[in-house]
């Protein structure tokens, strides 16, 4: 399967305690983002890689939370001292840098990590 | 009020209809336009871009209407398997917004 992965695709965590998420992108694609989705919500856009540099977060990524693309392949999502409000499904998802006068290429989701804080 | 809106529905409608969904987004400056489509508990797939001059891809029509600020998507003949969350995006200066999405059931 050469789509994008993500792992673990469900966590359950008390509260207070750290999770981190993994994901893979599809191998030629040069940018990673990442969201999250609660319960009849669309994704909510957390913060985007271009190869290794992250350009841009979301003022919902509070100091708890920080990614990383050390290699500018696969990226790591932490959460530090989770709260209930975490609670969400966490996508990432992959794209390559668009074409000469696109603004965008089509992005390929992941299939999600289901965090449960208690 | 959200940069992206869409009416949450649900759609309920008999297979074979016709459904149109709108979606408005507030930033003028925003640069390109899509369709997503979610079914439960899976995450989101491209459905179409949505491009000014409009687009259609078999069944399903989007168009954009920069002006007044709102994308559609046209369904024709559903089909019980068109059942699912769609969801409106919006890219500006590569922030991609989601918007809440629409729900549709096709109904036997």
């Known amino acids: 399967d050469t789509g994008v992965s993500q792992d673990p695709r469900h966590k359950i965590t008390k509260r207070g305690q750290n999770v981190t998420f993994r994901c893979d992108p599809i191998?030629?694609?040069?940018?990673l983002y990442w969201y999250r989705q609660t319960l009849g919500q669309g994704p909510e856009f957390l913060t985007y890689?271009?190869?290794?540099?992250?350009?841009?977060k979301s003022r919902l990524l509070s100091d708890r939370f920080s990614a990383e693309r050390p290699k500018g392949s696969f990226s790591t999502l932490e959460i530090q001292r989770t709260e209930q409000g975490d609670s969400a499904m966490y996508l990432c998802?992959?794209?390559?840098?668009?074409?000469?006068?696109?603004?965008?290429?089509?992005?390929?989701f992941g299939p999600g990590t289901r965090l449960t804080v208690l | 009020r959200k940069e992206v809106e869409q009416d949450p529905g649900p759609f309920n409608v008999p297979e074979g209809a016709t459904v149109a969904f709108n979606c408005t987004y507030s930033?003028?400056?925003?640069?390109?336009f899509f369709w997503y489509r979610q079914d439960c508990r899976k995450e989101p797939k491209l459905l179409m871009s949505?491009?000014?001059s409009g687009n259609e891809d078999g069944r399903f029509t989007a168009q954009l209407n920069r002006a007044s600020q709102y994308i559609s998507l046209l369904i024709r003949d559903s089909k019980l398997s068109d059942s699912a969350t769609y969801l409106c995006?919006?890219?500006?200066?590569?922030?991609?917004?989601f918007g809440k999405g629409t729900r549709l059931h096709i109904l036997p």
């Open positions: 890689f271009q190869n290794e540099a992250q350009l841009e």
């Open positions: 998802a992959s794209s390559s840098q668009p074409t000469s006068g696109l603004h965008t290429d089509t992005q390929y």
């Open positions: 930033n003028s400056a925003s640069q390109s």
């Open positions: 191998s030629e694609h040069n940018r």
């Open positions: 995006v919006v890219n500006r200066d590569d922030k991609i917004i």
């Open positions: 949505v491009y000014s």
